[in-house]
């Protein structure tokens, strides 16, 4: 019996590999032009940490998490969203404490959620998100959906629009759930199981009941707005004017409410439709959330954050049908070529000075007739064809052949080094990738440990 992957889980490889990575790579440079750094937390945390804040009224910690025993009889649960295991982490290690704040973290990597795997669902999935804290501000939620408009436009998505909505404060909150309770009252025996349950720990989560018969209803529920206070109106409309003085479209949509059970005020999603009309779902989601410090034992005072975090799998899809990906993986740069078995020691070493030179080249482990290596040459994406036989090596020269003008150029090989900068064309130090809007997210030097890398550009540096 052959092994597969689990239901729900899928692999990646090269070109789709890349497409994650540039898409987190991406969201990770774009919150680092906001002054957010990266975090790390585990994958694994106890189950308490989800149930205490990601919410027992949300499907989420309600019905989907991976929850297991460990040897020692924990229960332990693989992360089913990013932002309880980083405000754990901020609590445990005090980091409000030793850093300014807000405190603005950046995050990416796999959670799991048992959910019924469909287009654009599955049930290990890849998260990127951010999380500002410490600081209860308008502002600093407007920047939060800044900051995910902006990845997305430089990811080359157009003409997007984020859907936002309030969930006031905790007395709106309250009077809403109230008003709730009385609507359905009389209307919950003709409704899902699972909406007796959730008219019991939170009504809210109704209004994101999936059984169409169960939304028609909820159709006619109160709405918010209507049982916002003055303050949290006040606030709400203050976040959308500082939204609307970054430039920034957006849609109220008051049925809003999200899944999960930490928010009020400001929520927000991002969903679009791709090319061929496909739906994957919310491309991402976040909002504001008060109180989430408390549950770890830190401090009340600095008991805020905003956050959102995106479905990586869900925009890469969207960008391959909508063919946005092309130049993301520009191959090889220069694919060498031994023309019999005594070159290839020295080709080995020579590849080996190119790498120096920053530049990406392979050879194959075994020679073999010029055609065959030149059809891998094409197949592996290089710019260059590099040929080297025993004359060349004899007279200290390579045979250059560009594999798309087709020309080829004898060039010497102390002469490499300043040729392939001509070529390659980064001598200048400019990036001639384009994220959608004339940007490119390594136009300002925001990456510094990284260098001066551009993902596409991933050679030579020198400036
Ligand atoms: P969420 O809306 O549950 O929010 O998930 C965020 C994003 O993850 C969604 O918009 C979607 O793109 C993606 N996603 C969710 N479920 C799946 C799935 N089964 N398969 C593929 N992609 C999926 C949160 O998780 C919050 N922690 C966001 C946040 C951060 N709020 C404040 N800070």
Redesign the pocket.
């Known amino acids: 019996m052959p092994i597969n992957a689990v239901k729900g889980t899928h692999d990646l490889f090269a070109a789709e590999a890349d497409g994650y990575a540039y898409i987190q790579n991406l969201f990770r440079a774009v919150a680092k032009q906001y002054g957010y750094r990266q975090i790390e937390t585990p994958i694994l945390e106890h189950t308490e940490v989800f149930t205490r804040s990601t919410g027992e009224a949300s499907d989420?910690v309600r019905k989907e998490m991976y929850t297991f025993l460990d040897k020692a009889n924990r229960s332990v649960t693989l992360r089913p969203?990013?932002?309880a295991g980083v405000i754990r982490s901020i609590v445990e290690h005090k980091l409000y404490a030793t850093s300014d704040l807000p405190l603005k973290v950046f995050y990416a990597g796999p959670v799991f959620?048992y959910?019924r795997p469909q287009l654009?669902?599955?049930r290990q999935?890849i998260?990127a998100?951010v999380?500002a804290v410490g600081v209860d501000s308008p502002r600093l939620d407007a920047e939060c959906i800044a900051l995910a408009m902006r990845a997305l436009a430089y990811l080359g998505f157009k003409n997007l629009s984020v859907k936002v909505n309030t969930l006031g404060d905790a007395e709106s909150r309250l009077a809403y759930k109230e008003a709730l309770k009385a609507y359905f009252a009389d209307k919950i025996d003709g409704m899902c199981e699972d909406c007796h349950q959730r008219l019991l720990l939170n009504p809210m989560r109704i209004l994101d009941c999936k059984v169409p018969e169960d939304q028609e209803i909820a159709k006619g529920a109160p709405k918010m707005k209507d049982y916002l206070s003055l303050e949290a109106s006040k606030r709400f409309y203050e976040t959308l004017s500082i939204i609307n003085d970054l430039g920034i479209e957006y849609e109220i949509d008051d049925g809003l409410v999200?899944?999960?059970d930490y928010y009020g005020h400001i929520v927000f999603?991002v969903h679009a439709k791709s090319a061929t009309g496909k739906d994957y779902?919310?491309?991402?989601?976040?909002?504001h959330?008060d109180g989430m410090l408390k549950e770890f034992g830190g401090p009340e005072e600095i008991d805020h954050g905003v956050?959102?975090?995106?479905?990586v799998?869900?925009i890469y899809s969207l960008m391959r049908d909508n063919e946005m990906l092309e130049g993301i993986d520009d191959g090889l740069d220069i694919y060498a070529m031994p023309l019999g078995a005594e070159v290839e020691q020295e080709l080995n070493v020579l590849c080996e000075n190119i790498r120096d030179l920053g530049y990406s080249v392979e050879m194959p482990m075994k020679g073999g007739k010029l055609g065959s290596m030149f059809k891998k040459a094409e197949r592996s994406g290089a710019k260059f064809a590099l040929i080297l036989g025993s004359d060349e090596l004899e007279r200290g020269v390579v045979q250059l052949k560009n594999l798309e003008s087709k020309t080829q150029e004898e060039v010497r090989i102390d002469d490499l080094p300043a040729y392939l900068d001509r070529e390659f064309g980064e001598g200048e130090g400019e990036c001639d990738h384009d994220h959608g809007d004339g940007h490119c997210c390594h136009d300002r030097d925001e990456n510094e440990e990284e260098g001066h890398h551009c993902y596409h550009h991933h050679h030579h540096e020198e400036e």
């Open positions: 989420v969203e990013g932002t959620r959910e654009g669902r599955y999935f998260q998100g999380e999200r899944g999960l999603e779902g919310a491309l991402l989601g976040g909002g959330y956050g959102f975090a995106c479905g799998e869900r």
